[in-house]
Structures are given as structure tokens and as C-alpha cells.
């Protein structure tokens, strides 16, 4: 999908979210799992796509602009969400996250699931039971592949949107600050469908992880790194951000470090998907999924029209990436969902 649709505001927001996320993760692909410091000795500043150096460990052979696991398993979660979507199949998503790590394989990569995926899996298959599987996992795998739901969820009742993510999460992240960082994440997304600013959809992200941690955990611990990591971005007039995020935040693959990061760079841009993505990639640590996940939202606030279109189309050309059907078929599900909660008489 290349063009852009300036006459259909929500579809336009769609693809934002699915491409400004692949954006990010692209410009943070070279930089993935080294430090700060590191980055700037290797590359000086990322100011545009790159090809990661030929040692590195992850990355090595990827062409510059080529997206990562944060892509794929986003538009992998999207066609299960798409295949069945009256009724989330868990055991279809073990089943499909494992097929596409076979296929990682085959085609010679590097990158395969993450930590809490990998582990949740293989209890999965040696019996324990779904609903235990998840419960060690709280890493960034959720958060960094949850846009379909937030594309195909509306933001009211935010029980509803909760109870998506949460289903969709428990198998392989079915910890507090998982399920609370992908939860403000797709709240994040979904009000930016709705046309909430950046200043709106934070307020709603925030909320959502109140209301998860509330429900399942009687804490506030991630929402309040929510809102120290924006008093850093609302304070910081760009000199130290990067350094404030890393010292004061943190940037590693859990959950509690990236997603308030990434909630930083959303509120530092204003929704800018290539500023909030070249931050990312400078910034260190799990930069391409702190990229995938920053520009996500930017691009679900700003449009896919908002992107650099120069940019937008070596991204789509270097990955094939075909988008478009996704976001109208998400987009479907999330009207179809909103009119249920109203047959249903439910409160909106
Ligand atoms: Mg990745």
C-alpha cells in the first residue's frame, strides 16, 4: 500500500499506525541492543535509514530501511485477529508465532521471539495450561505488536479494549506490566483513530494502564513510570532527552522501561513518526522496538499522509510491505465492535 488517502481520515490514521510503526522499527533496526554511546562511535548521529555493520549480531545482512520481528509479528497478530474474529483462537497464535519463527530461520535470520514468547511457547506445548503460560512474561513483546488491536478496538467501554489486549497478550504476557504497557499502548493508538491529539491520547493511555493495574495487579507502579517518563519529555528542551530517558527511564526490552520511553519520544514529538523514530534509533538499548512502538503512535495521531513520503516508499519497496486490506479489514472490526456495544446496551 503506498498511496495515501486523504478523503478517508480513520483509514489514513490506520495505516499511520501500521507503517509510521514500521518506520520506526526500520530506522532502529542497525542500532538494536547497543548503548548510546556505542551508537554514536559506530554511526556518529542515525539521521536516516542504515544497514547495520557487518558483525552485528542480530541485524547483520540487512539491507539499510528493512524492518524487523516488531513488523512482522504486528501484521502476523493482525491476519490472526482477522482470521477469527468473533473469538481470539490462543492456540491458533501459539501455533502461528511458531510457524513464523520457522520461517525466520529459513530465510537465514537472526531475529526469533523474544524471551517471554520463546518461554511461554514451550510450557504451552509441554501441557501447561493457557492461562498459565504467560505469567514470567514482561517483556516488550506485547506492547511492540499490539496496534491491531488498537486499530480494531474502540476506546469505550475501555473494558473492552482492555479485555482485547489482555486476551490477546495472556499467552505469552500474562503479567501486570505487560498487559498495562500494551494496554496504554493500544489506547494510545486507538484514541489517534478517533482523532484524539497527542495530548488527548496520552491522558487515555495513562488511564488504561490505571484501570488494568487496578483490575489485576491493586498497583500504580507502571502508570506512574507513564507519567514520570512524559514530566521528562514536557520538561526537556531536547538537549538532554535522550540522556535523561536512558539514566532516568531505561531503555531494555522490559516493559517498564521501553514503553514509558517510547511514551517520552511520542510526547517530546508531538506525533512526528521519523523524529520520534531517529530518537529511537539514537537513543540505545531495544531501539527498534522503542522505534516500532513510539512511531506507531505518532503515525496513528498524524496519518500516514504526515510521513515522509520519500522515506514511506523505500520502507514499502525495500519490504513488499502490503498493508492496505490489514487496515480496512481491522477497521471493519472495529465498527462492527462498536456497533455490538451499542446493540448489546451497553454504556458508552
Ligand atoms: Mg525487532
Not at 52 to 70: E, F, K, Q, R, Y
Not at 99 to 120: C, F, H, M, Q
Not at 265 to 275: E, I, P, S
Amino acid at each position: 500500500m503506498g498511496s495515501t488517502d486523504n478523503h478517508n481520515p480513520e483509514l489514513d490514521r490506520a495505516l499511520g499506525a501500521l507503517l509510521g510503526g514500521a518506520l520506526g522499527d526500520a530506522l532502529g533496526m542497525p542500532t538494536q541492543s547497543y548503548s548510546r554511546i556505542e551508537i554514536a562511535d559506530i554511526f556518529g548521529a542515525i539521521s536516516d535509514f542504515k544497514a547495520p555493520v557487518s558483525n552485528h549480531p542480530i541485524a547483520h545482512g540487512l539491507a539499510a530501511a528493512s524492518v524487523t520481528d516488531d513488523t512482522e509479528q504486528t501484521l502476523l497478530l493482525a491476519e490472526h485477529i482477522l482470521a477469527s474474529p468473533e473469538k481470539f483462537d490462543e492456540e491458533g497464535w501459539a501455533h502461528r508465532l511458531l510457524d513464523w519463527e520457522n520461517s525466520v530461520k529459513e530465510r537465514g535470520l537472526y531475529d526469533l521471539l523474544g524471551p517471554s514468547t520463546i518461554r511461554a511457547l514451550e510450557a504451552l506445548f509441554a501441557g501447561t495450561l493457557p492461562r498459565e503460560t504467560g505469567r514470567f512474561g514482561n517483556t516488550n513483546g506485547a506492547a511492540m505488536r499490539i496496534v491491531p488491536v488498537g486499530i480494531s478496538t474502540p476506546v469505550e467501554p475501555m473494558s473492552l479494549l482492555t479485555d482485547m489486549v489482555e486476551t490477546t497478550c495472556r499467552i505469552t504476557h500474562n503479567t501486570v506490566e505487560a498487559i498495562a504497557s500494551a494496554s496504554a499502548v493500544a489506547a494510545a493508538i486507538s484514541s489517534g483513530i478517533d482523532g484524539a491529539g497527542v495530548e488527548g491520547a496520552t491522558e487515555i493511555a495513562i488511564r488504561a494502564a490505571r484501570t488494568v493495574e487496578k483490575a489485576i495487579g491493586d498497583t500504580n507502579l507502571f502508570a506512574e513510570r507513564l507519567v514520570k517518563a512524559i514530566a521528562i519529555a514536557d520538561r526537556s528542551d531536547g538537549t538532554s532527552l535522550l540522556s535523561d530517558i536512558d539514566q532516568q527511564i531505561g531503555t531494555s526490552v522490559a516493559s517498564a522501561e521501553s514503553v514509558p520511553a517510547d511514551f517520552a519520544l511520542f510526547k517530546h514529538t508531538n506525533g512526528d513518526a521519523w523524529n520520534a523514530g531517529l530518537l529511537a534509533a539514537n537513543l540505545g538499548g531495544d531501539t527498534d522496538t522503542i522505534g516500532a512502538i513510539a512511531a506507531g503512535m505518532c503515525g496513528a495521531i498524524s496519518g500516514v499522509s504526515s510521513l515522509p513520503q520519500d522515506k514511506l516508499s523505500k520502507l514499502i519497496a525495500v519490504n513488499d510491505l502490503k498493508v492496505g486490506s490489514i487496515a480496512e479489514g481491522l477497521l471493519n472490526l472495529r465498527h462492527f465492535r462498536a456497533a455490538t456495544k451499542v446493540a448489546a446496551g451497553q454504556a458508552t
